[in-house]
């Protein structure tokens, strides 16, 4: 490789960087749905020889597929239909045909060669979340599907392109297995016009430097990147580090989901292993990783790196350092034919046990748990022609925890994704509802010497008969956001419809929800956890939450005892009360995660996972759901949420220990 000038490097580094962000623009000016013209669910990079990406935006898209591979799905395009040529473009959404570039059906993935003097100099790459590839229900994603085949059309990777032609093959079959396919067809479009873009932008760049320069400055960039991780790396205290925590359940049962890892950190590397993980779900939220160091299970590692050297470059150079064991078989590594259509609500949860494994190597820099949830809402109602209107609302989340000197951002979290909302008039413009409130939730946000930030409120009406609601990824509705170093955990979400009248019914996770003109429905999410001892919050910090109505002076005085007398500061009885209090130190999981731990303790929970990945993939769901329903027998119908006595949890522990002695 020719070593290049630093200067020079940088400029390259800046020009491709400017490069992806213009492909990104031109995919969001041109999309059709609002997914991608309003939401940002999509992401353009470039990619080097070895598929890993070597340029991506830093401020536009979904900011967390930087590790995303596209060799595989290129190798296998020219294994089995030939060498790639000028003007072709791959197509795919196939998790395990794609060995993970794509995660679920819905994210259609495209790589088209950028050729110079006949041969590749780099790849275009782009991925938009489209509207529907058919499957069982309206926007093909459902927590229900137990198994791939009935979450829509698997496209492997495949030619849609043949020297600039559109395979009218693959086109049939696209539109042949959609609710919404000229809608599917505009962003297909769209996706088209930022990778045209791109080869745009490179054939210009190749006019002002030299084609050995760029293929040099490639893998150069990788190196640098790779050089900052190390060095972040290094900075850490070395050694082992592990955390878990749990999805509320797997959508078909009242059964938790356990998700762990143990980090390991030595010499600027660092290895994550998920052993500990519960196997594989018979519902839609496993990760299909291949047992990579995947995207969806490396993100906050790649987010540490960022935060502690913002001027490290964005590229795949940055997880270089990072090696990985996540158990085949597992929620973060399926087997075939898993469904997946869920996964981002386990890929928050690793998120979440990465952070707490960090926090203990670093708990003046890591925050408290995010909201823990990104809920995107869809709506679908029959429209004139017969068919069906399918768009998203709102990709509904939380706020982001606490940290040491800071408080968590109110109604905003970029944890997974880099997501914008939705304006109201363009979602009432585009379906029968009308939004009647979204805002922050009061009281929400974890208590702490630095609050935790609000989760968020939406209500709306249905205007059209016959509509569906659907609102995958629900979580944190049992669970709590924990709070760290004392600071307590954020309130849980909940759905609630027609509240407040005659037909109000509350609800947990959905599937496809029949509603009726009229209707109200109402998203409330999580808010994060707090950070520190909440009665060493500066009472001016609570005052200035109770007027912008983040805190109401009742959560005032029980979390944070602070005391109004007639809506004046009372210095002398909040000192009073602050004193008498008995503040904890640690993380606080609260009160669920607290009995449930009670029963199923960290060490007995890695001994039945192991025991039960020893198990033929056949039986390994129904011995867990067994086991789990063995010992929960004799507890209150409402546990977690009620704990259980003295006597009942010794029952429940001697239980799961005869079942983990047979195992």
């Given at each position: 490789m020719t070593r290049l000038d630093p200067v020079l490097l940088e400029i390259l580094g800046n020009k491709f960087a400017s490069v992806t962000e213009e492909m990104c623009l031109t995919l969001q000016r041109t999309g059709r749905t609002l997914y991608v013209k309003e939401t940002a669910d999509f992401a353009c990079a470039l990619a080097g020889a070895d598929g890993r990406f070597f340029a991506y935006p830093r401020s536009i898209g979904v900011s967390g597929f930087v590790g995303l591979e596209c060799l595989p799905s290129i190798e296998a395009v020219i294994a089995l239909q030939g060498a790639l040529e000028p003007g072709d473009v791959i197509l795919t959404?196939?998790?395990?045909?794609?060995?993970?570039?794509?995660?679920?059906?819905?994210?259609?993935?495209?790589?088209?060669?950028?050729?110079?003097?006949?041969?590749?100099i780099a790849y275009g790459w782009c991925f938009v979340h489209c509207s529907d590839v058919g499957g069982r229900v309206a926007s093909s994603i459902s927590p229900l599907n137990t198994e791939i085949f009935q979450e829509g059309l698997r496209i492997p990777p495949v030619k849609l392109i043949r020297k600039g032609q559109m395979s009218n093959e693959v086109r049939l079959f696209l539109d042949a297995n959609s609710r919404t396919p000229e809608a599917n067809m505009g962003d297909i479009n769209a996706m088209l016009a930022s990778?045209?873009?791109?080869?745009?932008?490179?054939?210009?760049?190749?006019?002002?430097?030299?084609?050995?320069?760029?293929?040099?400055?490639?893998?150069?960039?990788?190196?640098?990147?790779?050089?900052?991780?190390?060095?972040?790396?290094?900075?850490?205290?070395?050694?082992?580090?592990?955390?878990s925590d749990y999805l509320d359940d797997d959508a078909a049962s009242r059964l938790p989901v356990r998700v762990a890892v143990t980090i390991e950190i030595a010499d600027g590397k660092i290895h994550l292993d998920f052993t500990g993980t519960d196997p594989q779900v018979a519902t839609a939220m496993n990760i299909p990783s291949c047992g990579r160091p995947h995207a969806w299970l490396t993100l906050r590692m790649l987010a540490l790196v960022l935060t502690l050297d913002p001027s490290a470059p964005l590229n795949a150079g940055l997880l270089r350092p990072l090696s990985i064991n996540a158990p085949l078989g597992s929620l973060v590594n399926p087997e075939e034919p898993a469904a997946t259509g869920v996964r981002h609500a386990a890929a928050i949860r690793v998120n979440d046990i990465l952070n707490g494994a960090f926090a203990l190597a670093l708990p003046d820099v890591m925050p408290a748990a995010a909201s823990g949830t990104v809920i995107p809402i869809v709506v679908s109602e029959p429209n004139a022609t017969g068919g069906r209107t399918v768009q998203v609302v709102e990709p509904l989340i939380g706020g982001t925890g606490a940290r040491k000197g800071h408080d968590g951002v109110d109604g905003r979290d970029s944890g997974i994704s880099n997501l914008a909302n939705n304006p109201v008039e363009t979602v009432e413009a585009e379906l029968g509802v009308e939004v009647l409130h979204y805002g922050l939730r009061p009281d929400s946000g974890g208590a702490g010497e630095w609050r935790g930030g609000c989760g968020m409120e939406l209500s709306f009406r249905i205007l059209t008969e016959g509509s569906n609601v659907l609102a995958r990824g629900m979580e944190r509705l049992l669970f709590r956001p924990w709070g760290q170093s004392g600071g307590q955990p954020g309130k849980p979400g909940s759905l609630v419809i027609n509240e407040g009248h005659p037909r109000e019914h509350r609800l947990g996770k959905i599937d496809v929800l029949e509603v009726s003109a009229g209707d109200?429905?109402?998203?409330?999410?999580?808010?994060?956890?707090?950070?520190?001892?909440?009665?060493?919050?500066?009472p001016e910090a609570v005052l200035a939450d109770i007027e912008a109505g983040f805190v109401t002076p009742e959560c005032a005085r029980r979390d944070y005892g602070l005391v109004l007398c007639n809506g004046v500061f009372d210095a002398e009885a909040t000192a009073a009360l602050r004193e008498a209090a008995s503040p904890k130190s640690a993380t606080v999981f609260g009160p669920e995660r607290d009995a449930w731990d009670s029963i199923f303790a960290p060490g007995?929970?890695?001994?039945?996972?192991?025991?039960?990945?020893?198990?033929?993939?056949?039986?390994?769901?129904?011995?867990?759901?067994?086991?789990?329903?063995?010992?929960?027998?004799?507890?209150?119908?409402?546990?977690?949420?009620?704990?259980?006595?003295?006597?009942?949890?010794?029952?429940?522990?001697?239980?799961?220990?005869?079942?983990l002695s047979s195992l």
């Open positions: 959404n196939d998790p395990y045909r794609s060995t993970g570039l794509a995660t679920h059906l819905p994210d259609l993935h495209m790589i088209e060669p950028y050729f110079h003097n006949g041969e590749i990778l045209a873009t791109g080869r745009k932008r490179v054939a210009q760049m190749l006019g002002q430097h030299d084609p050995q320069e760029l293929s040099s400055a490639q893998g150069a960039l990788m190196d640098y990147a790779a050089g900052k991780a190390e060095a972040v790396l290094r900075s850490i205290p070395e050694g082992k580090y592990s955390f109200v429905v109402t998203f409330r999410t999580p808010g994060a956890g707090g950070w520190g001892n909440p009665f060493e919050r500066a007995l929970m890695d001994q039945l996972n192991a025991g039960l990945l020893a198990l033929p993939l056949s039986r390994r769901q129904s011995q867990r759901r067994e086991i789990l329903e063995t010992v929960l027998a004799d507890l209150p119908s409402s546990f977690p949420r009620s704990p259980a006595n003295d006597t009942q949890r010794k029952t429940a522990i001697h239980r799961l220990e005869t079942w």
